[in-house]
């Protein structure tokens, strides 16, 4: 699949972005367990913060094929500076899609500027793949809604000023935005992750948490379709783009390391078994790549398929980014799990795209359902 002009200088612009202000930066991120306020800025500034929002929002209306393009580049430098615009879409656009004008007015442009960061919070402490079964409750009081249970494992919970929350009322799914600060939340920082660790996890712990009752932004039996699944259906496309960033940055440090490193008299790269692990990893990445190529496009075009599109380039891409990670460590030797390279950081990372939205194993089971419901 080959790309457009438009294209191909928009991928010079996120590639020299990655190179200049992410690689040089992404393990010290990893090791504070935090990320720098001003390479935030930085993506604000471009406006890639949430590209796929409306210029009046903060965007730049970015095509779904170009927004892969951020992703990949954004993944090969530092994959929590992914997760933090992928967020910051899937909260962004939520709120633009289904929240009341007051909602879309006051929270799109300020999540999409980057004035405020946004943390989608789904999961709870006992619920994690079964997400529709959330035991956080709503009810009606005089002056709102009234919020109480506990979300865990939520990306940059510890940096957000506004929570989209999902819980239930009245026996029905209903997402309500609640603005950190108000009486009855706290954040509790999650740190020591094995990967992702300058995504600024929390718990969140919601007592009683009133909410005005223009903050409810849906509510009804199709508000986890509708709400939730497209979140993470937008959420999974980054993740997989992602993933391919991270496996060609895993061949590229495997290359150079294989050129330059000697060993029994001559570069790495010319023991066999050495070029027959470049092309295994070179090849997983081509086909990742290619997957998320064809998600991008159907996205693009709002296909009627994409939405298993993206699940498969997600499962693919996720597993392949694993095993080219796992491989580029080996590749390095002690190099690889030292603190000079960015490959163990890779390897760390790529686990838990395996783990967020969606496991490997619920999309195992998705992509067959969805394969088998076909006509
Ligand atoms: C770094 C990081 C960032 C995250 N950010 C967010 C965020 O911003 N917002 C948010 O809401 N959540 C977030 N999460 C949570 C994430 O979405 C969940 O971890 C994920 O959905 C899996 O849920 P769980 O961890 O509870 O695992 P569980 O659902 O308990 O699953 C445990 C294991 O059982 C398997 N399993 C479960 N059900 C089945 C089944 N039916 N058949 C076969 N196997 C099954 C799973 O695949 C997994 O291997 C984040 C997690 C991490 C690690």
Same mark, same amino acid.
């Given at each position: 699949m080959q790309l457009s002009t438009d294209q191909r200088d928009n991928q010079t612009a996120f590639a020299r972005f990655s190179?200049?202000?992410l690689l040089p930066h992404a393990n010290a991120w990893d090791r504070a367990e935090r990320l720098d306020d001003s390479v935030i800025a930085?993506?604000?500034?471009?406006?890639?913060?949430?590209?796929?929002?409306?210029?009046?929002?903060?965007?730049?209306?970015?095509?779904?094929?170009?927004?892969g393009l951020l992703s990949e580049e954004l993944g090969r430098g530092c994959g929590s500076v992914r997760n933090l615009v992928a967020v910051q879409g899937m909260v962004a656009h939520a709120i633009l899609k289904w929240g009341n004008a007051g909602l879309r007015d006051r929270w799109a442009p300020a999540i999409g500027? %980057?004035?405020?960061? *946004?943390?989608?919070a789904l999961t709870e402490p006992e619920v994690g793949s079964d997400a529709r079964n959330g035991t956080t409750t709503a009810r009606k009081v005089l002056d709102g809604y009234e919020i109480t249970g506990t979300k865990k494992w939520i990306s940059f919970a510890q940096?957000?000023?506004v929570f989209l929350v999902f819980a239930r009322l009245d026996d029905d799914p209903a997402a309500f935005v609640v603005e950190r600060g108000t009486p009855g939340l706290t954040v509790d920082p999650i740190t020591g992750l094995l990967g992702l660790r300058a995504s600024e996890l929390g718990e969140i712990r919601l007592d009683s948490v009133v909410v005005?009752?223009?903050?409810?932004?849906?509510?009804g039996r199709l508000t986890f379709d509708l709400v939730a699944t497209t979140s993470l259906d937008y959420g999974r496309y980054s993740t997989a783009y992602g993933a391919v %960033?991270?496996?060609? *940055?895993?061949?590229d440090a495997s290359l150079d390391y294989a050129r330059d490193r000697v060993q029994f008299s001559v570069p790495l790269a010319e023991h066999q078994l050495v070029r027959r692990t470049l092309t295994e990893m070179v090849t997983s990445v081509e086909a990742a790549r290619l997957l998320c190529r064809q998600a991008g496009s159907m996205r693009g075009s709002s296909h009627r398929d994409a939405v298993r599109q993206t699940l498969i380039a997600k499962y693919f891409a996720t597993r392949a980014a694993y095993q080219v990670a796992t491989e580029a460590v080996q590749l390095h030797g002690a190099n690889g799990v030292g603190p000079d390279y960015p490959v163990q950081r890779h390897l760390r990372d790529a686990k838990i795209q395996e783990i967020i939205e969606g496991t490997t194993q619920i999309q195992q089971i998705q992509i067959a359902d969805l394969t088998l419901a076909r006509s």
């Open positions: 190179d200049e202000r930085d993506l604000a500034a471009a406006r890639w913060l949430v590209p796929t929002l409306p210029a009046e929002a903060g965007g730049q209306a970015m095509a779904a094929e170009t927004y500027t %980057g004035e405020v960061i *946004g943390s989608f940096r957000a000023g005005p009752e223009t903050n409810l932004v849906s509510h %960033g991270l496996a060609q *940055g895993c061949l």
